[in-house]
């Protein structure tokens, strides 16, 4: 599976679009990109996957870049209970689900 | 719908005394199982996985054990604890393929 590189953290405001960005540059063409988030002291919470196409659920949008090199998970209307870390992952389907550290997200009254 | 139990929630255990953690998933059959451990303020680092009954894959060399003695059933063991065996330990299960995981509340593990 590719190696996904976030930002450690992020401050958003509450009320507006939290925009977290990974990057995948090594993504292979049957990668699915995939998002969790883990809110302090429980397990992490799948929030949205996506190939190529932008996607969207009740909790996120997800846009991929063309190139696949990168995407953004998108919160519309960011809440004081989205402060959470955010994990990428790229990930194949095999057997192996590996996170990496992250992008913890503040919101802010 | 699919379900998850992991326990117990917290456990403060002394340096040297044995260890063992149950998951279990109801719902579904044949999953993925998956331990991991997360030490204070770090990321999630992968313990064990397991496709299958008695089909276990370590990721890393430590002082813990696992095993999967039924189709559902996920254990974590170590047969005498280390202080830096302190972490929080989540389970999770996903199916086969492209499916997201889905993870237990965790036990908090405090060895003294």
């Known amino acids: 599976d590719a190696k996904t590189t976030q930002p450690t953290s992020m401050d958003c405001a509450e009320g507006r679009a939290a925009n977290l960005p990974c990057n995948h540059s090594t993504i292979s063409g049957n990668e699915y990109v995939y998002w969790y988030r883990q809110i302090h002291s429980q397990g992490p919470q799948y929030i949205i996957h996506g190939l190529k196409n932008n996607e969207t659920n009740e909790m996120a949008s997800l846009i991929i870049t063309e190139d696949r090199k990168s995407s953004t998970l998108i919160l519309p209307h960011a809440t004081l209970r989205d402060t959470a870390v955010y994990y990428c992952?790229?990930?194949?389907?095999?057997?192996?689900?590996?996170f990496g550290t992250g992008t913890r997200l503040q919101v802010f009254p | 719908s699919q379900t998850i139990h992991q326990w117990p929630a917290t456990l403060v255990q002394p340096v040297g005394s044995p260890l063992s953690l149950e998951c279990t998933v109801e719902g579904t059959s044949n999953p993925n199982l998956y331990w991991y451990r997360q030490a204070a303020g770090r990321g999630l680092q992968l313990l064990f996985y397991?496709?299958?009954?008695?089909?276990i894959s370590s990721e890393v060399p430590q002082n813990l054990s696992a095993s999967r003695p039924q189709d559902r059933q996920f254990i974590l063991s170590s047969k005498k604890l280390l202080l830096s065996d302190s972490g929080f330990y989540l389970c999770?299960?996903?199916?086969?393929?492209?499916?997201?995981?889905?993870f237990g509340q965790g036990t908090r593990l405090t060895v003294v």
């Open positions: 397991s496709v299958g009954i008695g089909q």
């Open positions: 992952i790229a990930f194949l389907g095999t057997d192996k689900l590996i």
């Open positions: 999770a299960w996903r199916r086969i393929g492209r499916t997201e995981a889905f």
